[in-house]
C-alpha cells in the first residue's frame, strides 16, 4: 500500500496552518540560539506549559526564567562562539481549525561538537490573531550513550 493511500491529501487551510507551525518550531531554534530570549517567549500562549527534565514552568515568566537560566549558564563557557539547534522528522496533526499537535527530534551542536538530542512533543493553538504558538511543549532529552540505550 503505498502512503497516498493512507493520507488524505491537505486542503489549502490545513496546508497553510502546518507551514505557518513549521515556522514556529523554527523561530523557536533561531531565537533561542541566538538569545533572544524575550522573543522566544512571546512563541508561546499566556497559559503555555513547558516541561522538561528540571521541572514544569507556566505561563511566560516561569518559561522565561528558565531559558534565561540556560542563557546565563552558556555565559560562562567564554571560549562557546555558538549553539545551533538542529531540528528534524517534524510531524504535524491538526486537530481542528485552531489546533494540533506534533513531535520532531533536536540535536544540539556548539564549538565542541555534538552536546546533545532528544524530542520535543509539542501542542500548538491559534491565536487570536491568527498566528500559530506553543500551548505546551515537552522537552525529552536522549541518554548519552554511556548513560544506557533509549527504550
Given at each position: 500500500?503505498?502512503?497516498?493511500?493512507?493520507?488524505?491529501?491537505?486542503?489549502?487551510?490545513?496546508?497553510?496552518?502546518?507551514?505557518?507551525?513549521?515556522?514556529?518550531?523554527?523561530?523557536?531554534?533561531?531565537?533561542?540560539?541566538?538569545?533572544?530570549i524575550d522573543q522566544m517567549v512571546k512563541?508561546?500562549?499566556?497559559?503555555?506549559?513547558?516541561?522538561?527534565?528540571?521541572?514544569?514552568?507556566?505561563?511566560?515568566?516561569?518559561?522565561?526564567?528558565?531559558?534565561?537560566?540556560?542563557?546565563?549558564?552558556?555565559?560562562?563557557?567564554?571560549?562557546?562562539?555558538?549553539?545551533?539547534?538542529?531540528?528534524?522528522?517534524?510531524?504535524?496533526?491538526?486537530?481542528?481549525?485552531?489546533?494540533?499537535?506534533?513531535?520532531?527530534?533536536?540535536?544540539?551542536?556548539?564549538?565542541?561538537?555534538?552536546?546533545?538530542?532528544?524530542?520535543?512533543?509539542?501542542?500548538?493553538?491559534?491565536?487570536?490573531?491568527?498566528?500559530?504558538?506553543?500551548?505546551?511543549?515537552?522537552?525529552?532529552?536522549?541518554?548519552?550513550?554511556?548513560?544506557?540505550?533509549?527504550?
Amino acid at each position: 500500500m503505498m502512503m497516498t493511500d493512507t493520507i488524505p491529501p491537505p486542503d489549502h487551510d490545513e496546508l497553510a496552518a502546518r507551514e505557518q507551525i513549521r515556522e514556529l518550531v523554527a523561530a523557536y531554534t533561531h531565537l533561542g540560539d541566538s538569545g533572544r530570549i524575550d522573543q522566544m517567549v512571546k512563541l508561546f500562549a499566556p497559559d503555555a506549559i513547558l516541561e522538561t527534565a528540571d521541572g514544569t514552568y507556566h505561563g511566560p515568566d516561569e518559561i522565561e526564567g528558565f531559558f534565561r537560566n540556560i542563557v546565563d549558564d552558556r555565559s560562562e563557557a567564554p571560549a562557546r562562539t555558538f549553539v545551533r539547534h538542529h531540528i528534524s522528522n517534524v510531524t504535524i496533526s491538526l486537530d481542528s481549525s485552531d489546533a494540533a499537535h506534533g513531535a520532531s527530534y533536536w540535536l544540539v551542536t556548539s564549538d565542541d561538537g555534538f552536546e546533545s538530542s532528544g524530542r520535543y512533543r509539542d501542542q500548538y493553538r491559534r491565536a487570536g490573531d491568527g498566528t500559530w504558538i506553543f500551548h505546551h511543549r515537552k522537552i525529552g532529552r536522549d541518554p548519552l550513550r554511556s548513560q544506557g540505550t533509549q527504550a
